[in-house]
């Protein structure tokens, strides 16, 4: 077993969810906070599957922090 960071998002149609640290597109998707994160475990798995463990010792992240940024548009 591993410990993954995930992020998930609420938007107006679902949720979105995606691991931190993992070089790639992983995403998962769903109506409510659980199906997006059953998603986005079973995205990771599949992942992990096809590419091997191999790219699990390329993650990045040891920490990770969410900011706010003004930008003027």
């Known amino acids: 077993m591993k410990q993954f ?3 998930i998002e609420k938007h107006s149609d679902g949720y979105v969810a995606y691991p931190v640290g993992i070089v790639g597109a ?5 109506d409510t906070y659980e199906e997006a994160l059953a998603d986005v475990k ?3 798995a599949c992942y992990i599957e096809v590419f091997g463990k191999k790219i699990l010792d390329d993650t990045p992240s040891v920490e990770v922090f969410i ?3 003004e930008i003027a548009v």
């Open 5 to 7: 960071k995930i992020i």
């Open 42 to 44: 079973s995205a990771i």
């Open 26 to 30: 992983v995403v998962g998707q769903g």
């Open 67 to 69: 900011a706010e940024a």
